[in-house]
Nanobody, 128 residues
Framework: QLQLVESGGGLVQPGGSLRLSCAAS????????IGWFRQAPGKEREGVSC????????NYAAFVKGRFTISRDNAKNTVYLQMNSLKPEDTAVYYC?????????????????????WGKGTLVTVSS
């Protein structure tokens, strides 16, 4: 079964940090660009960050730039999202998405149409 599984979400105080993981099973992530998206309650899903299949290229939404860092370990078939200086407005379900490498431009423009696989999401709650 081909799937992406996110983990690492939870409750954190404002200013705190979390690291999300996106692990693939049933396929290798080496040939896929990976994106992180999020959906806050009552809002549409939005793009957060993306990384190329090699890890050499990344992109961030303006509202997380300087606070979040995306990385990948292809040997572990896993992509990470390090989230620092978290704010209450970062509260959302975070999803990872995989798209074949040739779709990198669209994925990093946070266009969802070309995504090949979606995870089920992990909830991040930032609250005191």
């Amino acid at each position: 079964q081909l799937q992406l599984v996110e983990s690492g979400g939870g409750l954190v105080q404002p200013g705190g940090s979390l690291r999300l993981s996106c692990a693939a099973s049933g396929f290798t992530l080496n040939n896929y660009a990976i994106g992180w998206f999020r959906q806050a309650p009552g809002k549409e899903r939005e793009g957060v960050s993306c990384i190329s299949s090699s890890g050499s290229g990344t992109n961030y939404a303006a509202f997380v730039k300087g606070r979040f860092t995306i990385s990948r370990d292809n040997a572990k078939n896993t992509v990470y999202l390090q989230m620092n200086s978290l704010k209450p407005e970062d509260t959302a379900v975070y999803y990872c998405a995989a798209a074949t490498a040739r779709k990198l431009i669209n994925l990093c423009a946070f266009v969802e149409g070309g995504v090949d696989y979606w995870g089920k999401g992990t909830l991040v709650t930032v609250s005191s």
